[in-house]
């Protein structure tokens, strides 16, 4: 009787355990998702975006914002991004920007420029992020929504 009720004992256990795995598989990271809010579309975590957006700054142009890095750079200085979404590189040219905390590196562009970079984050599943002070991955979960609703709200 007691090694039926081990053998009951540890299938419960691993089957509460297993359960909890995947609730928190499902759950978002602390509330970081790809979103757009019309004029911006990008990666966000709380209440800012962070990491890499999209600003709509007229009709068909963006600034592409790199957020994130460890390090400041002198305001004003050009540097290059590379973005590699699965296993393709872009290469960006930048201008650092003050950032508070830290330096943002930001990309002048235009839609239609940023086409192939746009389209492979829409339908990647992760990006590196590599700069002159630093590197970050973001996952691309949400992305293909957020950046569809930034080329609706610039085209």
């Not at 996952?139 to 609706?152: K, Y």
């Amino acid at each position: 009787m007691t090694a039926l009720s081990n053998a009951l004992r540890h299938r419960v256990v691993l089957l509460c355990g297993g359960a909890a795995m995947l609730m928190a598989a499902g759950a978002p990271a602390l509330g970081q998702s790809w979103r757009s809010d019309g004029a911006v579309a990008g990666f966000a975590a709380g209440a800012g975006f962070t990491g890499l957006s999209f600003r709509c700054v007229a009709a068909g142009q963006l600034a592409i914002s790199f957020s994130g890095f460890p390090g400041r750079l002198q305001a004003g200085q050009p540097h290059t991004v590379v973005a590699t979404v699965d296993d393709t590189a872009f290469v960006l040219q930048t201008t650092a920007r003050d950032g508070g905390e830290g330096s943002i590196l930001v990309a002048e562009s235009t839609l239609a420029g940023q086409a192939g970079f746009i389209e492979a984050l829409r339908k990647g599943r992760s990006v590196e992020v590599a700069g002159p002070v630093g590197r970050y991955t973001l996952p691309l979960t949400g992305s293909g929504d957020a950046l569809a609703a930034l080329g609706q709200n610039c085209g």
